[in-house]
C-alpha cells in the first residue's frame, strides 16, 4: 500500500523541481520585457518544461484524488491537502491554456505574459504549500502517526 501511495509524492516533487526550473527561465524573459535586459531567453525549454511541469501537477491532482477515493473511500479526506489541490484547478488550466496560447501566436505582449507568470509563480508556491501538508498527510493516513 505504501508503495502505491509515495508515487504522488514523488511525482509531485518531481514536478515542483522542474518548475522551480521553468520559473528560473521565466524570470529571465520578464527581465527581457519589463527591465530591457539583453538576457536570452529558452522560449522552447521553457514552453515544454512548463507543460511537462504544469501536466505533472494536473495529474498529481487527478491521481491524489483517485488515490484518496480508492485507499479511503472519500475525496477530500486529507483536509487541506485535497481542498487546496481544488483551488490550484483552475490556476493549472489558466496555466496551461495560456502559455499554449502564447506559444502558437507569438507576437509582442506585455500584459498576458504578466498574468501568465504570476499566476504559476503563485501555482508554485502553492505547491510548496501542498508539500507541506502532504507531508501531513503521509504521516497521519499512510504511517498512521
Known amino acids: ?11 509531485q516533487t518531481l514536478a515542483t523541481l522542474l518548475a522551480g526550473y521553468v520559473l528560473w527561465l521565466g524570470i ?4 527581457a520585457l519589463h527591465w530591457r535586459h539583453k538576457v536570452a531567453f529558452k522560449w522552447q525549454v521553457h514552453v515544454k518544461l512548463g507543460m511537462v511541469a504544469l501536466g505533472l501537477w494536473l495529474a498529481g491532482l487527478i ?15 486529507t483536509g487541506t491537502h485535497g481542498k487546496m489541490a481544488l483551488i490550484m484547478l483552475p490556476l ?9 496560447y502564447m506559444n502558437r501566436r507569438r ?11 504570476s499566476n504559476n509563480l503563485l501555482l508554485l508556491i502553492l505547491a510548496l504549500y501542498q508539500a507541506y501538508t502532504g507531508c501531513w498527510v503521509f504521516s497521519v493516513y499512510v504511517l498512521g502517526n
Open 1 to 11: 500500500m505504501i508503495i502505491a501511495l509515495l508515487f504522488h509524492p514523488l511525482l
Open 92 to 100: 493549472l488550466l489558466f496555466g496551461i491554456i495560456s502559455g499554449l
Open 107 to 117: 507576437k509582442k505582449r506585455t500584459l498576458l505574459p504578466l498574468l501568465h507568470g
Open 63 to 77: 491521481g491524489g484524488l483517485a488515490l484518496a477515493r480508492f485507499w479511503w473511500h472519500s475525496f477530500l479526506v
Open 28 to 31: 529571465q524573459r520578464f527581465r
